[in-house]
């Protein structure tokens, strides 16, 4: 495992280079310092994420309309927050809701006649609900949680990329690109359940690289003063890393494909650990790592998201109106132990039936898409089209198009080209952590795509948008080069990403009115359709 960082501009010298120049102390490889300024380092991200907050929340209501599968979770978030559970509706509900009527839910002679049965976990409902409890079954209500959320990610990702490049400019750069995202921005003013997951992965993430950072300088610390290396220290608590377990449950009670991060996360981090006891000159690293640190790790990493899963489910275990909730009554006469057993078989009946229909979803779709065509946006979902009057010709569009920015895309598609040489070439843990993050991500759907055929949709990529924008970022340091590097390299490093940015804010730019719901003319909209066809944009 490599232990080189980024300097404080950008990247630090090869250890070849560093060897003809100065020693450099076991402190500095392996906790390399903050860059500049703590102060700019909180500024600089904030600064960009208010900017991402502003294209999110500006014209938010718009359009008045329930737009793709905010048909499912608007209405099942009201429900969570008015009954504790999901219910069921009545036919016109989506009508009633855009002329602001509750009235939305059926009437049953029997409370267990009204449960509705869904498939996701009740985290991410319980967190639009909180838009409606606030502001209202409406659109800018049920859409406020994921323009809060949306915004947050953009600025947990400058932080972390800032952690990882020792670099606050590629930094506000990865926040940056988020924010000009066009899948990113279309979920984050959209009342589905994606942004929510990818919100928790990322954080998770940030919390793991945090406690990396910790885990090193405590062994730093300890190799000082050590006088012995036969056997290093157990590392503690370590409070980041059940963190980062408390993200990755609520990523879980989210959706259940967080679990192939979990399971990533949790080698990933370990090996972390492992890697640094090598640095610093133990004998026994990955013994050692499993002897100390194992136990510990799968109690947060993995326990902890299990319990977090459980506890989002208060709502279906303490109200009598979810589904399934009765299927195992208890026979013994109101006894609360028995109760409680009754309750648990009746939500794991629950569970095995909801895995049921998560390995059966294949139903045709006129915007489902195959994996290997994601990364090349070949096949976006329209969330939302109408023809309306009021651009100033005969034919008008107002559409909600559910794609990537390509100039990001494409590029973060080089960028992870280049990531995997630079791995091969270095070892470098960033390098490995956003393939393994990206691949985790990305390479499952394949599997139900051969195996089940599963309907899957491009905006299923979400949660891997953070770890390409930091490919991309690990890319430009590369390009940059270290701070001490010639002045005209560092000139026309700057000058290529520059560039970059630039094309990717004038891309997102051309396709602001066809992901923000803005009235156009027809020819317009039919200008931005990059691939035309049944297969294409439209």
């Known amino acids: 495992m490599a232990v080189t960082d980024f300097s404080h501009q950008a990247f630090e010298q090869p250890e070849s280079d560093r060897d003809a120049a100065a020693p450099v102390s076991l402190r500095e490889r392996l906790v390399p310092p903050?860059?500049?300024?703590?102060?700019?380092?909180?500024?600089?991200?904030?600064?960009?994420?208010?900017?991402?907050?502003?294209?999110?929340?500006?014209?938010?209501?718009?359009p008045n309309a329930v737009v793709f599968d905010e048909t499912y979770y608007a209405k099942d978030a009201y429900a969570t927050i008015k009954f504790g559970t999901e219910r069921s509706f009545v036919d016109n509900a989506n009508d009633l809701m855009v002329a602001g009527k509750t009235g939305i839910f059926k009437t049953c002679a029997q409370v267990s006649d009204c449960a509705a049965y869904v498939v996701h976990p009740p985290l991410g409902k319980w967190m639009i609900g909180a838009g409606e409890a606030i502001f209202g079954l409406n659109p800018f209500g049920w859409r406020f949680a994921a323009a809060l959320i949306g915004s947050l990610s953009i600025f947990i990702l400058a932080r972390v990329a800032r952690r990882m490049t020792r670099s606050t400019l590629l930094g506000c750069l990865a926040g940056l690109l988020l924010s000009l995202d066009a899948l990113h921005f279309v979920l984050?003013?959209?009342?589905?359940?994606?942004?929510?997951l990818m919100f928790w992965i990322l954080a998770g993430f940030a919390c793991l690289v945090v406690d990396r950072d910790q885990a090193r300088q405590a062994l730093v610390e300890w190799r000082e003063s050590a006088a012995s290396l036969d056997i290093g220290p157990r590392l503690g608590w370590r409070p980041w890393r059940l963190a980062a377990?408390?993200?990755?449950?609520?990523?879980?009670?989210?959706?259940?494909?967080?679990?192939?991060?979990?399971?990533?996360?949790?080698i990933m981090t370990l090996m972390w650990d492992a890697g640094a006891r090598r640095a610093i000159g133990l004998d026994r690293p990955y013994v050692e790592t499993l002897k100390l640190e194992l136990p510990l790790a799968a109690a947060w990493i993995a326990a902890v998201p299990g319990v977090a899963y459980i506890v989002s489910f208060a709502g279906w275990f303490f109200t009598d109106k979810g589904w399934n909730r009765h299927w195992d009554q208890a026979t013994s006469q109101g006894n609360p132990f028995f109760f409680a057993l009754d309750s648990l078989r009746s939500w794991i009946s629950y569970?095995?039936?909801?895995?049921?229909?998560?390995?059966?979803l294949d139903q045709t779709h006129p915007y489902k898409s195959e994996p290997w065509s994601w990364p090349l946006l070949l096949r976006p979902v329209a969330f939302f089209y109408e023809s309306p009057k009021g651009c100033g010709t005969d034919s008008c569009s107002q559409a909600i198009l559910g794609t990537g920015t390509p100039v990001i895309w494409y590029g973060g598609l080089a960028a992870l080209i280049g990531m995997i040489a630079w791995y091969v070439a270095t070892r470098d843990w960033r390098a490995g952590a956003v393939l393994l993050s990206y691949a985790v991500g990305w390479l499952p759907w394949f599997?139900?795509?051969?195996?089940?055929?599963?309907?899957?949709?491009?905006?299923?990529?979400?949660?891997?948008?953070?770890?390409?924008?930091?490919?991309?970022?690990?890319?430009?340091?590369?390009?940059?080069?270290?701070?001490?590097?010639?002045?005209?390299?560092?000139?026309?490093?700057s000058v290529a990403v520059g560039v970059f940015a630039l094309l990717a804010l004038a891309n997102f730019a051309w396709l602001y009115p066809v992901i923000a719901a803005e009235v156009i003319p027809y020819v317009d909209w039919l200008a931005r359709m990059l691939i035309r066809g049944k297969k294409g944009w439209i």
């Open 34 to 62: 903050m860059p500049g300024s703590p102060l700019w380092g909180w500024l600089g991200p904030l600064i960009v994420a208010v900017f991402g907050a502003f294209l999110r929340f500006y014209r938010l209501g718009t």
């Open 188 to 196: 984050s003013r959209s009342a589905l359940l994606d942004i929510f």
């Open 245 to 266: 377990g408390l993200c990755l449950g609520a990523g879980l009670a989210t959706k259940w494909t967080t679990v192939f991060f979990i399971v990533a996360f949790a």
């Open 351 to 360: 569970q095995v039936q909801t895995l049921g229909s998560h390995t059966s």
């Open 447 to 493: 599997y139900y795509a051969i195996a089940d055929h599963r309907t899957m949709f491009l905006y299923y990529m979400i949660p891997v948008v953070p770890f390409m924008i930091l490919a991309i970022v690990l890319a430009c340091g590369l390009i940059l080069g270290p701070a001490a590097a010639p002045q005209w390299r560092r000139l026309s490093g």
